[in-house]
């Protein structure tokens, strides 16, 4: 079975500077997808950023970038200019690929690392 | 923003009783979810579904049943709720596995059984 890893429940940050928060995954499949969800006080969970394995190419969205190393099995996300709206739970998430097969795009989730933004 | 609905948002109840938790979608979707969310688990999937009666089991799926009879509606059941099932509980769509389509959340239902 896949597992992801948050190994940081707790992170800070000072507003305008840059955080990263990391995530590691394993699974022995080639095509998967990466997801990192945030999750305000609000309960709402909301996508930040995906990837798709096959990519080499990094993916970005705005001040959100992650650094994916397909080797290392890691997924880190990297917040630029940190504003106090970004304060939140960050979840990172796994799906197998595939259109067909049996995943039925179930998610695998870390365990979700708390986000402080200090003004 | 999606449209799931997920109802109660909150409800409080006993040891031993029977609740139902509803999901609602306007979105046409066909796949759709059932997590929960537990403080050092992240979400963990229950139930989920591929289409009209067609539902299968997640990673924690003991002492929840589901239904699907609608392709809007999809109901997770607590037949004999237990303290351990207090939990937030999440509602989550997705119209294909195609590529690194998302899945949507609902809002949440915050789950209390004493």
Known sequence: ?119 | DAGITQSPRHKVTETGTPVTLRCHQTENHRYMYWYRQDPGHGLRLIHYSYGVKDTDKGEVSDGYSVSRSKTEDFLLTLESATSSQTSVYFCAISATMERAQPQHFGDGTRLSIL
């Open chain 1, 1 to 119: 079975a896949q597992t992801v890893t948050q190994s940081q429940p707790e992170m800070s940050v000072q507003e305008a500077e840059t955080v990263t928060l990391s995530c590691t995954y394993d699974t022995s499949e080639s095509d998967y997808y990466l997801f990192w969800y945030k999750q305000p006080p609000s309960r709402q969970m909301i996508l930040v950023i995906r990837q798709e394995a096959y990519k080499q190419q990094n993916a970005t969205e705005n001040r959100f970038s992650v650094n994916f190393q397909k080797a290392a099995k890691s997924f880190s996300l990297k917040i630029s200019d940190s504003q106090l709206g970004d304060a939140a739970m960050y979840f990172c998430a796994y799906r197998e690929g595939g259109a067909g097969g049996t995943s039925y795009g179930k998610l695998t989730f870390g365990q979700g690392t708390i986000l402080t933004v200090h003004p």
